[in-house]
T-cell receptor, first 112, second 115 residues
Framework: GESVGLHLPTLSVQEGDNSIINCAYSNSASDYFIWYKQESGKGPQFIIDIRSNMDKRQGQRVTVLLNKTVKHLSLQIAATQPGDSAVYFCAEPYNQGGKLIFGQGTELSVKP | EPEVTQTPSHQVTQMGQEVILRCVPISNHLYFYWYRQILGQKVEFLVSFYNNEISEKSEIFDDQFSVERPDGSNFTLKIRSTKLEDSAMYFC?????????????FGDGTRLSIL
C-alpha cells in the first residue's frame, strides 16, 4: 500500500550541529522523492528533491541521500540554525497523476 | 521568486454553509492541486486538476467538494455544505509538470473553521 514514513517524530539538535532526518518508503517502484519544510502557520516549502537514478543530491546546506536497497532516504542539514526549526516531511508521487503522499513529519528543534 | 497565493488566510463558517477557498497558482504551472491538513496530522491529497478537468481525487473529495479554474489565474475549491470535520488547513499547490524535477509548490493555506 501507499506509505511514506518517518523514523522519529521529534529531533532536537544544538545550533551549529548537523541534523539528519530519516524517511522510509514502501513502494520500490518510486522514482522521485521530495523534502518539504513546514514552519508553524505556513504551507510546505520545497527544500530539495531527488530522482531514483541518483544516490545523493546537494543543495545549499542540505543533502539528500537515497538508498534504494533498503528504501530509505535522509535529509542532512549542515550547521543547523534556529531558522531551521520546523516540521520536515518527505513526500513521493503516488502515481503518474501527481498525487503526493506525505509522511507524518519530523519536528526539528534547534537549541541555541 | 514566484509563489502560490491563497485567500482568505482564515475562514470561519457555520456548519451547512457553502465556502469557497481561492488560490492563484504560479503563472506558468499547468497542474493544480488541493490538499488538507487536520491539526497535528500529515498533509492529505484531495484533488488534482489539469487541462480544465479533475485528474484524480481522493476518497475525501466527495460530492460536497468541487474545483474550478474560472479564469486564467484563479483555482478554487468549493465545499457546498460544510461539516464540522471539514475544519482543517487547506493548501493549494501547483507544478509545471508531473515528472521528477518538477516539484509541487504550496501556498500558505487557508485555515477553515466550521462552527
Amino acid at each position: 500500500g501507499e506509505s511514506v514514513g518517518l523514523h522519529l517524530p521529534t529531533l532536537s539538535v544544538q545550533e551549529g550541529d548537523n541534523s539528519i532526518i530519516n524517511c522510509a518508503y514502501s513502494n520500490s517502484a518510486s522514482d522521485y522523492f521530495i523534502w518539504y519544510k513546514q514552519e508553524s502557520g505556513k504551507g510546505p516549502q520545497f527544500i530539495i528533491d531527488i530522482r531514483s537514478n541518483m544516490d545523493k543530491r546537494q543543495g545549499q546546506r542540505v543533502t539528500v541521500l537515497l538508498n534504494k536497497t533498503v528504501k530509505h532516504l535522509s535529509l542532512q542539514i549542515a550547521a543547523t540554525q534556529p531558522g531551521d526549526s520546523a516540521v520536515y516531511f518527505c513526500a513521493e508521487p503516488y502515481n503518474q497523476g501527481g498525487k503526493l503522499i506525505f509522511g507524518q513529519g519530523t519536528e526539528l528543534s534547534v537549541k541555541p | 521568486e514566484p509563489e502560490v497565493t491563497q485567500t482568505p488566510s482564515h475562514q470561519v463558517t457555520q456548519m451547512g454553509q457553502e465556502v469557497i477557498l481561492r488560490c492563484v497558482p504560479i503563472s506558468n504551472h499547468l497542474y493544480f492541486y488541493w490538499y488538507r491538513q487536520i491539526l497535528g496530522q500529515k498533509v492529505e491529497f484531495l484533488v488534482s486538476f489539469y487541462n480544465n478537468e479533475i485528474s484524480e481525487k481522493s476518497e475525501i473529495f466527495d460530492d460536497q467538494f468541487s474545483v474550478e479554474r474560472p479564469d486564467g489565474s484563479n483555482f478554487t475549491l468549493k465545499i457546498r455544505s460544510t461539516k464540522l470535520e471539514d475544519s482543517a488547513m487547506y493548501f493549494c499547490a501547483s507544478s509545471e509538470g508531473l515528472r521528477g524535477g518538477q516539484p509541487q509548490h504550496f501556498g500558505d493555506g487557508t485555515r477553515l473553521s466550521i462552527l
